[in-house]
């Protein structure tokens, strides 16, 4: 039986983790495959742990705060030591519906892509965002395309599931800060196959995006520097 | 001896003292010591032998010989900030999977646990 967790991170998001956590319940209950949510705590400083505790629900409680890329690399982490076929990662605020998972699960059992991710620019009905958010992005889909080859258009999107392949490389490396368009990158260099597919996503119901304002100037630098970095670190191993 | 010869004097002398303190109270790892020892020491001597410093700077073409000083020290302190930030990069990667790993053998135990009590 094909056994799936479902990496779910958790920053003070106490309002939708039981929401979230019944959901997925609803939806995977009836399954043929063995879908395991898990939460991870990131050192969260409302309630989420005691709502995790109490409902004796799945999950993993960081001793210190990581940030996402270090939640994510340890629920992959967590993933491939229990041997699950394949992990994804669904955002705790409310963003990722559940409905949507078996679009992805689909894809990862039914093709050979390492890596799979739910894109909202692939379909209409999905909720757009602000034209600030659309234009990086673009320029990151853009810097991307230029480095791999490969064309994801929503490259930030972190509704994303792992074959054991992209586990086992996430093992020795995962980018810490904003870590997705510079995760396509690494899993690219290292040859995994990657595929977009669409999803609706929801406007989240709980907590702000993490990104705005100076932020947001700081974001683009940062992961503009860290992918073309990456590439060159690949490249010189290439020629090796 | 002029004034500003035993303010330098005292000053390099503290910071000489200070750092001795520091090692052996165990605050200051030794491979910092070392460097921090050589700077203290650099100070010392060009303190009580300030006419040596004249005379490597004007040998070296510097018009006014203490900046000769500030020029060693500054390219110093900005290597030695290099340095730390190494330190810090690879601090900040072993503390991240040392939590994960903590977390990881936390939630093994759980879930030993639960199976005991069942």
């Known amino acids: ?240 | 001896m002029k004034i500003i010869d035993i303010i330098s004097c005292t000053l390099s002398i503290l910071f000489i003292v200070f750092i001795i303190k520091l090692i052996r109270k165990g605050l200051l790892r030794e491979e910092y010591s070392f460097i921090w020892i050589s700077i203290a020491s650099i100070f010392i001597f060009f303190s009580f032998y300030r006419k040596g410093l004249d005379t490597l700077g004007k040998a070296l073409g510097f018009a006014y010989p203490p900046s000769l000083l500030f020029l060693v020290f500054l390219f110093g302190i900005i290597i030695f900030l290099v340095q730390l930030s190494i330190v810090n990069t690879k601090q900040h990667n072993q503390i991240k999977s040392l939590a994960q790993k903590i977390a990881l053998l936390e939630k093994n135990i759980a879930s030993k646990q639960d199976l005991n009590t069942k």
């Open chain 1, 1 to 240: 039986m094909v056994r799936i967790a479902i990496i779910i991170p958790c920053f003070n998001e106490e309002k939708s983790i039981l929401q979230l956590h019944n959901e997925l319940v609803k939806i995977t209950q009836l399954s043929e495959i063995e879908i395991i949510p898990l939460f991870i705590n990131d050192c969260s400083t409302d309630n989420s742990e005691k709502i995790l505790k109490e409902n004796k629900l799945n999950h993993i409680n960081l001793p210190i705060n990581l940030g996402i890329g270090g939640v994510i690399q340890c629920g992959l982490k967590y993933a491939y030591n229990e041997s699950f076929d394949y992990a994804i990662q669904l955002d705790g605020d409310g963003q990722h519906p559940p409905s949507e998972l078996y679009k992805i699960i689909d894809q990862l059992i039914n093709t050979k892509n390492d890596l799979v991710i739910g894109s909202r620019y692939l379909d209409i009905k999905s909720f757009e965002s602000t034209r600030l958010r659309r234009f990086g992005i673009a320029y990151f889909s853009w810097i991307i395309f230029i480095l791999t080859r490969v064309k994801i258009k929503d490259c930030t999107s972190g509704f994303r599931g792992f074959s054991r392949k992209a586990m086992e490389l996430a093992l020795y490396h995962y980018p810490d800060e904003y870590p997705e368009p510079e995760s396509i990158l690494y899993f690219n260099r290292n040859k995994l196959l990657i595929n977009e597919i669409p999803v609706i996503m929801r406007e989240r119901e709980n907590g702000a995006s993490s990104i705005n304002g100076w932020k947001s100037i700081y974001y683009m630098v940062k992961v503009t520097i860290s992918i073309l970095f990456n590439y060159i670190k690949f490249q010189k191993n290439e020629n090796n």
